[in-house]
């Protein structure tokens, strides 16, 4: 064994003593940002176990805010019905969907018998579009951070773009300046009756212009843009299709499929950054004295994830470019006057088709709805003695409504005897890991506070998700990595499931000067808004479930 001299030891102990009574020691002061600009980026369908996978690689607009940025790798939707319409309602909210209304993509109103989308509106129709269904934020029973930061400073604008109508108008919320999302058409919005759709038009007319005369000119291929992913490529059979999972993709046989193949390609969020970039310049966000809000919601990883899985040469090329132009975007901010405060996030996560699971080990399989909703039916009626289907769901049997032979709601005795026998036949089932009656979980008491998000029960998030008059009757969460879906040439694999593939998301807060911590302890989705009201000073209504969190130094906000 080496010795040292006797010195050497006095002198280490010297040093010890004077670093215990000098106390720890603390890295250099970072204030917490004062932003004139605020923008909230979602992408739809980042898992965080994506982020993770390719974190690495990011060498970007991702790569700039997971070094840069105050990072939480573990962030939560706190609900247990992962979809792109409520997880979009929780991140400027501060609340969960049993609070902002928005419980699903799509619900079953029985008090008409009609299926519902989440932000119908037959009020209002679309600018590009008259003839389409309306949308707005009319059913969203919340306010956002927009109209938090609106009510305290009037001259604060709110402007929000998306891939998806569900994207931007959750995000925007109420009284937003502009709310724009991308269609075969262009990017389009709503207009009120007795609006002008010209003028509600007109801050993205240049910008559809000039993105149809590019595309016209430049044809978007999606080919590789890093070798790399080539290596993910293999061959599938979901159902009764056998596909290669590649790039390029089979050439299109009609313009539809072609329409389908560039919304489902990086083009869609490379389009939606460069109108995020052109609403910032148009209108100077951030350039004034009050605070301003551009939200952006970023839809091809959701795309791509459905029709080609989360693990092949598709999403690894699409996330590698996103990374890329990101950055792009990033470098697009120095332009503004005052501080800039990024905030990235997501609306949920999602899993890998099952067929690709089950090939690595995993229990993995799928749960086909419509067979599976006949069958239950059908075991009701056999029970009850009825002579229609008492069952019925609208975007998914996740939530199922419970109905009369007239499609709408039953009387008190009906209902409930139904609802008894349904509940008793999916407890043997052993697809279903649990079903709940949702007039319990309405009663149902949170978990005691300070109760990390990822040891909720799966009663706890599927009472987040429960919305008296929209939500299902019975909640259904099945097994892990069983997939209530059937594949098709266009879907593969989903998400909406109570399990923390679906639920776990990274959240990043970006700034000049930001720092680069890492904070791995989970937290929630709703904890951001409360986040961003905390640095601008402005007040968040008292029946938010979210909390501040420090982004400066020290534990207060």
């Known amino acids: 064994m080496r010795s040292f001299p006797k010195s050497a030891g006095r002198m280490a102990a010297a040093a010890a003593a004077l670093f215990l009574a000098a106390g720890p020691v603390s890295a250099a002061t970072i204030a917490k940002p004062n932003p004139k600009l605020v923008v909230v980026i979602s992408i739809d369908q980042f898992s965080a176990s994506l982020f993770e996978q ?5 060498k970007g607009g991702l790569g700039r805010l997971a070094r840069e940025g105050v990072v939480y790798p573990s962030g939560y939707q706190s609900h247990g019905m992962t979809e792109t319409c409520p997880g979009h309602s929780t991140l400027l909210t501060g609340k969960s969907p049993n609070k902002t209304g928005i419980v699903a993509n799509d619900f079953y109103d029985t008090a008409t018998g009609q299926k519902t989308y989440c932000l119908a509106d037959p009020s209002v129709t679309l600018a590009l579009d008259p003839s389409a269904k309306g949308v707005s934020p009319k059913l969203l029973m919340a306010s956002t951070y927009g109209e938090w930061l609106k009510a305290a400073s009037p001259k604060s604008r709110v402007y929000a773009v998306s891939g998806k109508d569900r994207g931007a108008i959750n995000m ?20 009120e009756p007795g609006q002008d759709a010209q003028q509600r038009q007109a801050p993205v007319a240049a910008l559809n212009a000039r993105l149809a005369a590019d595309l016209k000119k430049h044809p978007f291929t999606w080919t590789y843009a890093d070798r790399r992913c080539a290596a993910k490529e293999g061959d599938y059979v979901t159902g009764d299709r056998a596909w290669r999972s590649a790039l390029p993709l089979p050439k299109p046989a009609n313009a539809a499929d072609a329409a389908r193949d560039l919304a489902t390609s990086p083009y869609t969020d490379r389009v939606t950054l460069e109108a995020a970039e052109a609403l910032r310049d148009e209108f100077k966000l951030g350039d004034g004295e009050a605070t301003d809000v551009l939200t952006v919601s970023l839809s091809a990883t959701d795309f791509i994830g459905h029709r080609f899985g989360t693990k092949g ?33 997501a609306d949920h996560g999602g899993s890998d ?51 009369g032979a007239d499609g709408k709601a039953p009387g008190v005795v009906d209902h409930a005897r139904i609802t008894a026998a349904a509940l008793a036949i999916l407890a043997k089932q052993p697809e279903v890991y649990a079903a709940f009656d949702s007039n319990t979980l309405f ?16 009663a706890e998030r599927m009472r987040r998700s429960a919305y008296p008059g929209r939500v299902g009757d019975i909640l259904v969460a099945f097994q892990p990595y069983k997939s209530p879906a059937s594949p098709g040439a266009s879907y593969v694999a989903g998400h909406g499931s109570p399990w923390n593939y679906d639920r776990r998301v990274p959240i990043m807060f970006w700034w000049k000067g930001a720092g680069g911590r890492e904070r791995v302890l989970p937290i929630e989705t709703v904890d951001i808004a409360p986040t961003i009201a905390g640095v601008t000073g402005v007040t968040p209504p008292t029946d938010i479930d979210g909390r501040c969190l420090p982004l400066g130094d020290g534990p207060g906000c």
Request: glycine residues 12%; negative net charge.
């Open 443 to 458: 009663t149902t008491a949170p978990p005691p506070k300070g109760t990390p998000p990822d040891e909720y029960s799966v």
């Open 172 to 191: 925007a919320g109420h009284g937003a300046d502009g709310v724009f999302w991308l269609t075969p058409k262009g990017f389009t919005t709503w207009v």
């Open 313 to 345: 040469p598709e999403m690894c090329d699409h996330l590698l470019r996103l990374d890329q132009r990101l950055g792009q975007f990033l470098d697009s901010l120095d332009r503004v006057k005052g501080q800039v405060l990024v905030v990235l996030a």
């Open 54 to 58: 390719y974190r690495g690689d990011f």
């Open 353 to 403: 088709f099952p067929e690709r699971l089950a090939q690595q080990g995993y229990d993995a399989g799928r749960v086909p709805p419509a067979a599976w909703l006949k069958t239950l039916n059908g075991a009701v009626r056999q029970q009850l003695g009825l002579d229609y289907d008492p069952l019925v769901q609208a975007g998914g049997i996740e939530s199922l409504y419970v109905v």
